[in-house]
């Protein structure tokens, strides 16, 4: 193929998934087109929970401190029973936030308002979403992807390294790549609508009808706008009135309130649940991302999340073949993020059997920080590890103490998207030669940090000489000993990481 290459990578799709994968591209030089074949950005809020392992990577991405002003917290729940009580409780289980862990707490955030900082933090990096741009089919060989895309009734032929489907639960790459996507309808049709309602405290979120199906429904405010959103299960066949007038009244008879008014509809939607999964994540050149992976019912607030972390785990691997790693390191994405979907929509749907019942309740395992990796490819250990942080799991966050005095946490260390090799305890000057993409830092003595709380030692329980190194999505890649650190350079050489023939990394 001779036509030249238009862009690195065509992201197909704007949305959550497609926008963190673009960003993760735009930091790293990487070029790519992102386009949508929408005339303009989602304006509803299918999901609206991010998780504390999203606001880690958001922290990574920049973005943390505007998606939080831009929403706010889960306020607590108000049930309203039919003997008359109410029974005020936490949405969420609530736990202190640690050094190590430094985001336990879900935030509440409309999905269209998470999407416009990461467009605004798209545009810092220098690009920006085509809209009314879409893909009409494509077709693949050893060293690219063509596309056709059409714009304003214009078609036209494009070439590409790499093409990401981040399209959506109906997406156009899976069924031309015709990848299946099994799973399950899970016999619960619902009601979602963003709308200006009367009637209502914006304190809590208000739940009528817990445990009766037909009688459900959830009304929460949605955080940094003056709007609710309504949940509720809905017949599984016919028509459902989503005007402000047709959803007046289901709020009417389900929450008894007679004053209950939606003044006006911003967006309303009335789906089918499903668990669903691809059976792939990759074919050739060609990746799936978000919902076109995988589809989730909305108990938990898994999906908009597990979409971000698909995208931020696939953005540095892409880069680095890029920039010349073996083209298996890409192999890993579907062996890291496909088991960890599937173990999502395990959780959401059980939560969907307890909210059937009037008992969901989310503890910790709904804040994705215990996900990892401990069987990828990439995840090494030299000797192996029975105790402590292990290779494939989250890197804990740590406080430090830099060399000139001033504390230093570890997150800001790992933050970019670089490598990161840490000794502990280690005589200054050892380790491997430096090298392009990686950040080398030391414990001990002469070295540029002081682990002045144990903390580094604590939350990884390390021994003395051994060395972390740590991935660009932060998790931890290996762990070696003192006398096994020659053991890195063939993991280096899978990553991209290896050394020059100069001498100089690349």
Known sequence: MSQKISADVLICGAGAAGLTLAIELARR???????????????????????????????????????????????????????????????????????????????????????????????????????????????????GVTARITEAGQETVERFHFLVGADGGRSFVRQTLEIGFP??????????????????????????????????????????????????????????????????????????????????????????MNARLADRYRVGRVFLAGDAAHTHPPTGGQGLNTS???????GWKLAAVLAGAPDALLDSYEAERRPIAAQMLGLATSLLEAAKAGSMRRGREVNQLDLGYPTSPLS???????????AGDRAPDAILQGAAGQPVRLFDLIRGAHWTLIGHEVEAGSGPDPRHNLHMHRTGPRGDLIDIGAELKTHYGLYSGEWVLVRPDGYIGAIVAAGALQSLEPYFAAIGLEMRSDGNGR
């Open 308 to 314: 971000v972390q698909d995208a931020y785990n696939l």
């Open 183 to 272: 799973g399950k309808t899970l016999g619960v049709r619902a009601l979602v609508a963003d709308v200006e309602l009367e009637g209502f405290s914006r304190n809590f979120w208000h739940r009528f009808g817990e445990g009766d199906m037909s009688r459900q429904i959830a009304i929460c405010p949605l955080e940094g706008t003056d709007m609710f959103q309504i949940q509720g299960p809905v017949a599984l066949e016919g028509d459902v009135d989503l005007s402000a007038e047709g959803l007046t009244t289901t709020i009417r008879d389900r929450s008894g309130r007679p004053n209950a008014t939606v003044t006006s509809v911003s967006w309303a939607s009335a789906f089918h």
């Open 29 to 143: 030089a990487i070029p790519f087109r992102l386009i949508e074949q929408m005339q303009e950005p989602f304006r509803g809020s299918r999901g609206k929970g991010i998780q504390p392992r999203t606001q880690e990577i958001f922290e990574d991405l920049g973005v943390l401190d505007r998606v939080v002003a831009a929403g706010g917290l889960y306020p607590p729940q108000c049930e309203y029973r039919d003997d008359g009580s109410v029974a005020v409780s936490d949405v969420v289980e609530i736990r202190p936030s640690t050094h190590a862990e430094p985001y336990q707490i879900p935030l509440l955030v409309p999905q269209f308002l998470t999407e416009r900082v990461l467009r605004e933090r798209l545009c810092e990096l220098g690009h920006q979403v085509e809209y009314g741009v879409q893909l009409i089919g494509f077709e693949q060989d050893e060293t």
């Open 380 to 390: 090494m250990e030299n000797p192996p590890r029975q105790n402590g942080a292990l």
